[in-house]
């Protein structure tokens, strides 16, 4: 399917260019590395969807800051202090669940406006909507931190978001691919998935049986997000890493790197998307 897309591919210089960013917590620092490989080629996405930590990328990108900024962020403890609460332990199962003031808080300090409108790219936030039962795409209106809370909200470890009657968590639980959110504006779509299909080794432990269920169900519904992605990239920090190797975030920032690198090597059709 992938090798038939390329096959036909065309581009115009005035064809909008998406980027769909995947959940994966700790694995998703690979999408700053595909960020900084996209920018190297002169490539330049205008439109961006994203699950969970894709979310988080996706919106400060938008909101204009480089790759390069985002990893001293994280170097100099400001964004790193986002993924510290994310970090799973058994604290979480006596102090209950926490709440979002810490990353909403971020992002209104970094992105002031706090509104879809005023960020310099589009953004499209992917979101579950626990009392419909169904994702939902967000790009549009104000209160930007709290849509990207929800989207980042892991259950069992956030607190769910309500608005009005409905209550909203972790984009990625529904969609971790959420493409669909750019079918409408964009021409050409690039995919970036940090949770590829990995096959178990061994699943003697209760936590190795949830962690590949619940990759299980992030690859089977992100099939269509990643059917409509014309090309999908997939840095492979999953083979070493895992959803909560925060401390690992250099190394996984450099899987991105690479694999996008190579990838944009081996696709030289993507060059058609230079700006």
Request: negative net charge; charged residues 20%.
């Amino acid at each position: 399917m992938q090798f038939i897309k390329n096959l036909f591919f065309t581009s115009s210089r005035n064809e909008v260019l998406g980027l769909c960013l995947s959940g994966g917590a700790a694995l998703g620092f690979a999408h700053i590395g595909v960020l900084q490989a996209l920018e190297d080629h002169g490539i330049f996405p205008e439109h961006v969807t994203g699950s969970s930590m894709g979310a988080i990328i996706g919106t400060l990108y938008c909101a204009g800051y480089s790759p390069a900024e985002m990893m001293l962020m994280i170097k100099n403890d400001k964004l790193y202090k986002i993924t510290k609460l994310m970090h799973f332990h058994p604290g979480f199962l006596k102090s209950g669940l926490i709440d979002h003031e810490i990353l909403r808080s971020l992002i209104k300090e970094l992105i002031p406006h706090n509104s879809f409108g005023q960020l310099k790219k589009r953004m499209h936030i992917c979101v579950s909507n626990l009392s419909k039962g169904e994702w939902e795409i967000i790009h549009e209106g104000e209160n930007l931190d709290m849509w990207v809370a929800a989207s980042a909200s892991i259950p069992g470890i956030f607190e769910a978001i309500k608005l009005d009657d409905n209550f909203y968590v972790d984009g990625g639980l529904l969609n971790n691919v959420p493409a669909q959110g750019l079918e409408e504006y964009c021409q050409t779509i690039i995919g970036v998935n940090v949770i590829p299909l990995k096959t178990p080794e061994t699943l003697h432990k209760p936590m190795d049986t949830l962690a590949h269920s619940v990759r299980a169900m992030q690859h089977q519904n992100s099939k269509e997000g990643r059917e409509m992605c014309r090309f999908l990239i997939e840095p492979n920090a999953i083979e070493k890493h895992n959803e909560f190797s925060f401390d690992a975030y250099q190394e996984i920032y450099q899987y991105g790197y690479s694999t996008a690198t190579k990838y944009i090597v081996e696709n030289p059709e993507m060059m058609r998307l230079k700006k």
